[in-house]
C-alpha cells in the first residue's frame, strides 16, 4: 500500500502534517474530508533503489548555490514579486547550468499549480526533506521570504561546520597515509637488505625480526595476491555497509575510534540541535521535525536515539528519555 505525506488545515485554521498509507491519492483525501479537513497538498513517497551508476547521472548543487538562491528568492518575495516571476528571474541570471534547468521546472511546475515546495520536493537531489518542509512551513504560514531566509542561514552554519570538520580530520589523515607508504617501502626494499646481514652473521634471531622477515618475505612474493584480497576486502566491506546491519555497525563504530569519535559525535550532536531548533521555530510539527533530523543526522545511532524521541512524544512522553538511553547525547 503507498503512504502519502499530506499537508491540511483544520477548522481552526491550524495546520497539520503527516504521513498515512491509503490505496490511493482519491481515498486519502475522502478519508481527510471526512475528518473536517482542508487539504493543502498530498504527496506519495516512491521507493527508490540506490544505485551509483543512475546517481551519477543525477546533478547535484553546490550548498552556496542554494545559500544564494534562498537569500535572492526572499528578497524578491518580500518585496512583493510572485514566486513565478522570481524563479523566472533567478533562472536567467544562474551560471551554473544544472541549476539553471532545475529552477526552469520549478517556474514551470509552479505556473502550473503546484506549489513551491511540492515543486521543490520533485528534485530530491537537490532540495533535501529539510529544505522542502522549510518551504511548505512558510508557505503555510505565510512567512515564505523569512523561512527561505532562515534555511540560507542554515546551509552556510552547516557548511562552516562540515569544512572545519574537514580540516581538523586532514592531518591525521595525512599522517597516517604517509606512515602506511614509508612503512610498506621499507619493509618491501630495505628489509630484505638487513636480512642478507643477518644471515652472513648466523645465529639465531629474536622472535619479532622473524616475524618482520617473514611479514617482508610475504608481501614480495604475494604482493599482487595480497594487492587483490585487500581490495577484494574493501568491497565486501563496502557492501556490507550499505545494508542496514553494517550501516549501523560502522556508525556506532565511528562514534567509538579514538579522536575522531568524540569529533563526530559533537558533529552528530550540532546538527541535531540546528536542525530542530530552525524547524520548530519556523512552524513545522514536532512530529515531522524529528523525523527529518532523524534522516539528516548522518549516523544511524543517532537516527535511532531521534527516532526513538519522536515515538516517545508521539505516546505522550518526553523527548529526553530516549536520547538519555542512546548514550550518545551527553547528559
Known sequence: MPSFAYLVKDKGGRTHSGTLEAQSRTALVEQLWRQDFVVLSIEEHRATVRSPVLAMGRPRVNQQLLVVFSRQLATMVDSGIPVVSALDVLAEQAEDRNFKGILRRLRDDVEAGASLSEAMGRHPRVFSEFFVNMVRAGESSGQLDEILDRVATYVERVEMLQRKV????????????????????????????FKEIFTSLGGQLPLPTRILLAISDSMRQYFVLEFLAAVGLIIAARFYVN??????????????????GPLLQKVAIA?????????????????????????????????????????????????????????????
Open 271 to 331: 546538527r541535531f540541535a540546528r536542525t530542530l531548533a530552525t524547524l520548530a521555530s519556523s512552524g513545522v510539527p514536532i512530529l515531522t521535525a524529528l523525523e527529518i533530523v532523524a534522516k539528516t543526522s548522518g549516523n544511524r545511532v543517532v537516527e535511532g536515539a531521534v527516532m526513538s524521541a519522536r515515538k516517545s512524544i508521539r505516546e505522550g512522553e518526553n523527548i529526553s528519555g530516549p536520547l538519555a538511553i542512546s548514550k550518545v547525547f551527553p547528559p
Open 243 to 260: 545494508t542496514q546491519a553494517g550501516r549501523l555497525w560502522f556508525d556506532r563504530l565511528k562514534l567509538r575510534v579514538v579522536i575522531v
Open 166 to 193: 574537514k580540516a581538523s580530520l586532514f592531518y591525521p589523515a595525512f599522517v597516517s597515509a604517509l606512515a602506511f607508504i614509508i612503512t610498506t617501502v621499507l619493509v618491501v626494499y630495505i628489509v630484505p637488505k
